[in-house]
């Protein structure tokens, strides 16, 4: 039954104009997990989460002035942080107008480093072979036509262009209390099942793209689940005492959803060919 759950653009958008605030200040202002080394790793939650957008800046290619697609952008950081490192322009899009305005007042938009606009990842606006390379942090995630987004991002990518997505999977069976936490969880975040390595690198191979790296990074990022329940159990609470009990329920699913062991994370690297040999069997 919770299988069948799947929001649309339009529940993502609005679930992220009512909560981007509160995210951003409990992760640190990016919107997704942060990356530590090991246990003995003492960084905090935003040199984490960082951390974790440098990975996938790192993966990227980059070259100075190269025209950069961010798909799923949030509040734009970690758009202005690639751009910044790497000398390129990033073009950050987010389903939520609330994102796009937060986004597009950073000053970076100023110097022409970084723009933002609302748009949807399954239906990009952008002419083919627009972008030199893309990325997706925690954004396919929520899309219920990963296939449909995928495809998007393969044709606005030059030949040649990488791809590199980040996003929590869900690998192995659930008993009744897990298959509980999972679905609390989509519901609070808006996320339709959630995929596994398997499918994503399907739909990319399917899309024409080149698979070049899968990385598990499952155990790096799982501290990120309590720290940001703890955080959230301690913000300023609303008087609104129903709304506060609300947020105290949204920290236990986190929580909770954090240490099932069948939720990892992983990134994956992908590469639109420079001679298309056709999709993949
Ligand atoms: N990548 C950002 C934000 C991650 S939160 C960061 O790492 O900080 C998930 C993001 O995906 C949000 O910005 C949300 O608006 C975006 N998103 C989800 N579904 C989308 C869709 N269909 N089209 C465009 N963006 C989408």
New binding site residues.
């Given amino acids: 039954m919770t299988e069948q759950y799947a929001p649309t ?1 339009a529940d ?2 609005t679930m ?1 104009d009512q909560s981007t605030d509160l995210l951003s200040e409990v992760m640190g202002g ?3 997990l942060g990356y530590w080394r090991d246990d003995e790793d003492d960084a905090t939650v935003e040199q984490a989460t960082d951390a974790l ?1 440098d990975m996938v800046g790192t993966r990227l290619a980059l070259s100075p002035g190269d025209q950069v697609l ?6 734009g ?2 758009a202005t942080r690639i751009a910044h490192t790497w000398g390129v322009h990033v073009t950050g ?4 107008a609330q ?1 796009a305005e937060i986004a597009a007042a950073r000053p970076e938009v100023g110097t022409g480093q970084v723009s933002f606009r609302q ?4 239906a990009l606006p952008f002419p083919d072979a627009h972008f030199d390379n893309a990325y ?4 396919f ?3 219920s036509d990963r296939a449909t ?1 995928i495809t998007e991002v393969a044709r606005v990518l030059r030949p040649g262009g990488i791809l590199v997505t980040a996003n929590p999977y869900q690998q192995g069976e659930l008993d009744a209390r897990e298959a509980e936490i999972v679905a609390d969880n989509r519901k609070l975040f808006q996320i339709p099942p959630i995929g596994n390595v398997d499918e994503y690198v399907a739909h990319m191979r399917k899309a024409g793209l080149e698979v070049l790296e899968t990385l598990d990074i499952g155990e790096n990022v799982r501290r990120s689940h309590t720290i940001a329940a703890d955080l959230i159990r301690g913000v300023d609470k609303p008087s609104d005492g129903a709304l506060s009990e609300e947020l105290n329920r949204a920290a236990d699913i986190i929580e909770h959803f954090g240490e099932l062991p069948q939720i990892g994370y992983g990134l994956i690297v992908a590469r639109r060919p420079c001679h298309p040999a056709g999709p993949a069997a």
């Fill in positions: 653009a993502v958008g992220y990016n919107i997704h957008t961010d798909i799923g952008c949030g509040s950081k970690p899009v987010t389903i939520s994102q748009a949807d990842g399954m997706a942090i925690e954004s995630l929520h899309m987004a």
